[in-house]
């Protein structure tokens, strides 16, 4: 943030906008000036309060930083054959992810053919970052994922090309946690969307029916909905009719997501202006066509930031699969902990996977403000 | 019967409520093709509902209306298939702020008319230049004045080819240095022989462009003439008092 300028700006907005053309702006206050040119320091101490406060965030980093930096990288064991080489040092055991980094991030896929739900990790995180991309808004993204979902199904499936087969209940740790994050919000995103307009339809059945759905899910955790998909489901269904324990959980997740998606995408809906719409008629556009051209675009763009947000949370939520035994990357994480070679490095494991799912959702979050950034057009009203 | 005898707009009896506010009372009009009529009245009087009406943007709930010989009834294809020959411009421009003013035209002609790009882009740029903002076409609608919008509004219905255009205060929200500039657009378009329905309390143009005025007050079409024997000899009480006020 630029302190300068923009300050300036918003001292004069009022007065500007209330003389109307009344000449040239006023210079600013003499005391607004001067501290404009104070920088980021001067606040710390502007008050008794302020000061007290700068001073005790100031012996809290004092007591912290030095202690982790100590434990995390001085007294560190990156390299160890063993755990008691860790312990002798008394820092971080850096080492036993490096020894167990394999099982965290593939949980239990075959050893030997774990270089295949990493390409495809490769693959599904390239599609995402393509999606992300302006000049691969056009026809090329549907090929880009036709490409990207088919390429994933056989590697991480196999059983042609002279792959191995591979269960879906061997799948496991990040590959995992990346296949339910994007299908989750992939599917979720534009079913929440229908369910959305849905909501705001003249057609009292359709209406009733989105109302119920989204009240209806919101009303419920996600776990008790992966738990009623993994346990309850299976009663309803005829036997010898069993839908993969895995694709129960991404339905369940999916299910939940649109729920939240829509009430998100309704918020942005509500903001449209009617003359939008009406100009919208006044041309002859169909329902759908307005909805695709004039209102969704404008009502998303609206929305960016909490949409953004929930997959934040859709990415993170995954980790509840764990209850009904899914290995996701937390569940894998877990099972490294279990090795008795290695006993007790349960800080520097979740710390790893911390850092994982930090990265992919910092990286969404920098890219929605890019977006927003981005998609402004001139003069917005 | 050829269509070209029969009046282009055609209404028996329309009557409109919002609630149990009734906005038209039996409203009976014919328009003739490229008839140009300016309707006023006061705030209230119905007048606005009465063009909204027209292309379904209010619906009626009694009489008839007949819109180049087809009939506005609940049929979505016939509603569509009247808006594609019906133009409105609106009092705050309803441009759409994410397209650029080149999209805005092309729009509706390349969606709704199944124009090529190419094709529908030529026509656009025709009619910018028509109305004399060429150069704003890769702007967005929030980057220009407010009678650069409405210019640009007015080129957005043109691009549809329309048989009949609707204009519904196209100059109330506007600063009043603009609102010559966008009077000078339409008034050129009256010239070529498109159907206009105008509300407007811009009795100028009125008088320099309109065929017929109609007065409206609560909901009833009180008084219409030619502006010449409407402006001098009025007939009605209202229309009496309501030229008063606004000619001061």
């Known amino acids: ?151 994933t199904g056989i590697l991480m499936w196999g059983g042609v090309l002279g792959l191995e087969y591979v269960e879906n209940t061997r799948w496991g740790g990040l590959p995992l946690t990346l296949i339910l994050a994007t299908f989750g919000m992939g599917l979720a995103f534009p079913l929440g969307v229908l369910l959305a307009l849905g909501r705001r339809s003249r057609l009292p059945a359709i209406k009733a029916l989105c109302v119920v759905y989204i009240e209806l899910i919101r009303g419920v955790p996600l776990i008790s909905l992966l738990f009623m998909s993994s346990v309850m489901l299976p009663l309803f269904l005829p036997e010898g009719f069993g839908i993969d324990k895995l694709l129960r959980a991404q339905i369940a997740i999916v299910m939940f997501a649109a729920a939240y998606l829509a009430e998100l995408v309704r918020g942005g809906l509500q903001a449209i202006p009617k003359g939008q719409y009406e100009g919208a008629d006044s041309i002859g556009l169909s329902y759908w066509q307005q909805m695709r051209l004039i209102v969704l675009p404008q009502a998303l763009r609206i929305i960016i930031a909490p949409l953004v947000s929930m997959f934040i949370l859709v990415f993170k939520d995954t980790s509840l699969v764990v209850i009904i035994g899914i290995f996701d990357l937390t569940q894998s994480a877990k099972a490294s902990l279990a090795d008795a070679a290695w006993p007790g490095f349960s800080v520097e494991a979740y710390l790893f996977i911390a850092a994982i799912y930090f990265v992919f959702c910092f990286a969404m979050s920098r890219y929605s403000q890019a977006l927003e950034k981005r998609l402004r057009t001139g003069g917005e009203r | 019967m050829p269509p070209s005898t029969q009046p282009i707009i055609q209404m028996d009896g329309v009557s409109k409520w919002f609630g149990k506010y009734q906005a038209l009372r039996g409203i009976d009009l014919a328009v003739e093709r490229g008839e140009r009529i300016v309707i006023c009245g ?96 890769h702007k967005y609608p929030g980057q220009l004045s407010g009678g650069q919008q409405q210019r640009v509004a007015i080129a957005r219905s043109l691009c549809m080819s329309p048989k009949i255009i609707l204009f519904d205060e196209p100059t109330s929200a506007l600063d009043p240095e603009m609102v010559k500039e966008v009077l000078d657009v339409m008034t050129s378009l009256a010239e070529t022989g498109i159907t206009m329905l105008c509300v407007t309390h811009e009795m100028g143009f009125a008088r320099q462009v309109a065929d017929r005025v109609i007065f409206m007050d609560q909901g009833q079409i009180v008084e219409q003439n030619t502006p010449e024997a409407f402006f001098s000899r009025p007939q009605n009480d209202r229309t009496k008092l309501f030229l008063s006020q606004i000619l001061h």
């Open chain 1, 1 to 151: 943030m630029s302190p300068g300028p923009s300050t300036i700006d918003g001292v004069l907005e009022p007065g500007r906008s209330g003389s109307g053309s009344a000449g040239p702006p006023a210079p600013p206050p003499g005391g607004r000036a001067k501290r404009v040119g104070g920088g980021p320091f001067r606040d710390m101490f502007s008050s008794p309060l302020n000061t007290v406060l700068t001073l005790l965030v100031a012996w809290l980093l004092l007591m912290i930083v030095p202690a982790l930096v100590e434990w995390g990288l001085v007294r560190a064991t990156f390299v160890a054959s063993s755990a008691q080489a860790c312990r002798d040092a008394g820092g971080a055991c850096w080492a036993f992810i490096a020894e167990k980094h394999r099982l965290i991030l593939f949980g239990l896929y075959p050893y030997d053919e774990q270089w295949r739900p990493l390409v495809a990790s490769a693959l599904l995180i390239g599609a995402v970052v393509a999606s992300c991309l302006r000049r691969f808004w056009n026809k090329w993204l549907a090929l880009i994922w036709i490409a990207a979902l088919v390429a």
């Open chain 2, 42 to 137: 006061p705030s209230g009087s119905g007048k606005s509902t009465l063009i909204r009406c027209i292309n379904r943007l209010e619906e009626h709930q009694q009489g008839r209306i007949v819109v180049d010989g087809i009939e506005l009834t609940g049929d979505l294809k016939d509603i569509e298939a009247i808006r594609r020959e019906v133009g409105m411009v609106f009092q705050h421009f309803n441009l759409f702020p994410h397209l650029t003013v080149l999209q805005n035209l092309t729009l509706g002609p390349i969606w709704v008319l199944k124009q090529p790009k190419a094709q529908a882009e030529e026509t656009a740029m025709r009619f910018l230049e028509r109305v004399r903002i060429p150069e704003q076409a």
